[in-house]
């Protein structure tokens, strides 16, 4: 932030006016917790993502972890520097009284829309950005989190789809045993460990599991569990059906890929790979042979 932004800041005791700093340029998102804005700096004409958190659901959630200290996802945002996640510059409140989180701005299409409209430009891609993937997951997993909504919508590529970057830390919480106990069943239930939705004590292997979804719906075009829907429901099937063989409806994927991918959708956790680097492993060999 420039002297100017903080002299302004300051006559507003140190609070944001997002009309008096920033042109919206359009609505990009809007989550169930935030919205998000494409916004140009009236000074400087940079362009920026400009996530507004809601105040009442922000606060909700927060409260299930009273008492806990858990830092907010402008802390969490801010702790990380890394070329797989997307980069915050600022953090604070507004005069209206949302945080907000100024962001560098990807001007990439999400990965949930390249999978959606199965663009041809993922198939030579592939294995590089579930790579990118697992590499943005063990920062997380590194820096002592769980991610807790690693999906499709929370990771945006580059224009040529080449690399891509993890979004989005509103669900995130510690891996310690004070935030993993059962009752917290927060998340996208498409990709929901089966452990979350029966309650039980959850730990960094939730995210490995939906990364496994999500690795699935890049080479495959489709969820694990046909027939799905967007609904709390749709997670019941993850313990209850076996998923689809990816090699049915991805015939060219290398063996070893598939047999990864479908050890991080077992339904218990003692059975998926033990951790982020035993997938990084794994994908890199698979790459090496592939190339």
């Known amino acids: 932030m420039g002297l100017f932004d903080r002299v302004r800041q300051m006559l ?17 998102t809007s989550g169930t917790m935030s919205q998000f ?29 009273k008492g806990l200290d858990k830092p907010s996802e402008a802390q969490i945002a801010m702790s990380f520097h890394h070329p797989r996640i997307v980069k915050t510059l600022e953090v604070g409140l507004t005069t209206a ?6 962001m560098e701005f990807l001007d990439g299409p999400g ?12 198939v030579g891609h592939r294995i590089t950005l579930a790579r990118h ?3 943005s997951i063990d920062v997380i997993h590194q820096a002592g989190y769980i991610h807790r909504d690693i999906c499709p919508r929370n990771f945006i590529c580059s224009k040529d789809v080449s690399s ?10 510690p891996n310690r045993k004070e935030f993993t106990t059962s009752g917290n069943r927060t998340g996208t239930p498409n990709y929901m460990a089966p452990e979350i939705l029966r309650r039980r004590p959850t730990d960094q292997r939730i995210d490995i599991f939906a990364l496994g979804v999500t690795m699935y719906q890049l080479f495959a075009w489709e969820l694990p569990w046909p027939g799905q829907d967007a609904s709390g429901a749709a997670a019941v099937l993850h313990d209850t ?5 990816i090699r049915e409806l ?30 990084q492993r794994i994908l890199a060999s698979v790459d090496r042979e592939t190339q």
């Open 250 to 279: 991805c015939p060219s994927i290398h063996p070893r890929l598939a047999g990864l991918i479908h050890r991080c959708l077992a339904a218990d956790p003692a059975e998926r790979p033990p951790n982020i680097d035993a997938i």
């Open 37 to 65: 804005l494409v916004v140009r700096d009236r000074r400087t004409q940079e362009i920026f993502g400009l996530k507004l958190l809601d105040k009442e659901k922000t606060e909700f959630f927060e409260a299930r972890f």
């Open 241 to 245: 059906r076996t998923p689809t063989d």
């Open 133 to 135: 993937m697992a590499e």
């Open 164 to 173: 891509l970057k993890l979004i989005d830390f509103g669900l995130t919480i």
């Open 111 to 122: 990965l949930n829309n390249l999978i959606r409209s199965k663009d041809a430009r993922l």
């Open 12 to 28: 507003h005791g140190g609070r944001l006016t997002v009309a008096d700093r920033f042109e919206v340029l359009r609505e990009s």
């Open 97 to 102: 009284g949302e945080q907000y989180l100024l």
